[in-house]
């Protein structure tokens, strides 16, 4: 009678207790406290920081060692489960989605209707904008290319084409730091900042946000291919694949909405 009582008569997976979210929490709280500090020249507000951000990162990974732990090991990534995941996904790229919305709101607030502090004209005199033929549409091509092979190692998962899966990661993380590496070339040749009024803090916020993404993107991607070559994808089993990849396009996406937004149409 005791045995039965253990046995789990749902689908679902009931977590263990946990203190990453309260260390997160903490974490997060010293982060955001240290940079203010910092910002504001507080002493001390610099090692605030950073001890937040590394304990943030600490945080990740041993919170996301678990959860593969439970996934990968212990099979508790049932299929309700994976459906509550991707639907949290879903969610996710959403709010990105609206993250990124209030960017082009602002740009396009400003360039439809440029105010007469900046001379009622767009871009504003002085600014020497990018030519968006030159590394921008390079920066294009590469993460279109490196969409494509995204898609390939998915469909290599489903195939069950490891190689395909190895080959495919391995590539599209490659180009994300190629693309990384030309769009950090091309802030240094720039010749404004993001303090250069409403087209450096639209530009470079923008822009930046994206960046910052596309890391985010390509560490997903690293973590992904590291856990495929240790056999922890399967044909059927791989949703943490999948959510990579779906945060990979998203940021394609993003980004040729940038270029034709900011670095053609908005530089004409």
Not at 45 to 60: D, N, P, Q, R
Not at 86 to 92: A, K, S, V
Not at 169 to 197: C, H, K, M, P, R
Not at 226 to 245: D, L, S, V
Request: charge should be negative; aromatic fraction near 20%.
């Amino acid at each position: 009678m005791a045995n039965s009582n253990l046995i789990q008569r749902h689908p679902f997976h009931l977590v263990d207790t946990s203190p990453w979210p309260f260390v997160a929490g903490m974490s997060a709280l010293s982060l955001t406290t240290g940079f203010v500090m910092y910002m504001q020249c507080y002493q001390g507000g610099f090692y605030v920081f950073s001890f937040g951000f590394i304990s943030l990162l600490f945080t990740f990974f041993v919170w996301w060692r678990d959860i593969v732990r439970e996934g990968t090991f212990q099979g508790h990534h049932t299929k309700a489960v994976q459906d509550g995941l991707t639907w949290g996904m879903i969610l996710f790229i959403a709010s990105e989605v609206m993250f990124f919305f209030g960017f082009f709101w602002a740009f396009y607030a400003a360039c439809l209707s440029p105010t007469i502090e900046i001379g009622g004209i767009w871009p504003p005199p002085g600014v020497d904008v990018l030519n968006p033929w030159e590394v921008p549409f390079l920066n294009t091509l590469i993460l279109l290319v490196s969409g494509a092979s995204c898609t390939w190692a998915h469909d290599a998962m489903i195939c069950g084409d490891r190689q395909g899966v190895l080959f495919g990661l391995l590539a599209t993380v490659s180009l994300g730091a190629v693309f990384t590496a030309l769009q950090a070339v091309e802030y240094l040749d720039a010749n404004f900042t993001i303090s250069d009024g409403i087209y450096g803090s639209t530009f470079f916020l923008a822009t930046g946000f994206h960046g910052f993404h596309v890391l985010v993107g390509s560490t997903f991607l690293v973590v992904c291919l590291i856990r495929a070559n240790n056999h922890h994808f399967t044909r059927q089993h791989h949703f943490g694949f999948e959510a990579a990849a779906w945060y990979w396009h998203f940021v394609d996406v993003v980004w040729l909405f940038l270029f034709v937004s900011i670095y053609w149409w908005g530089g004409l």
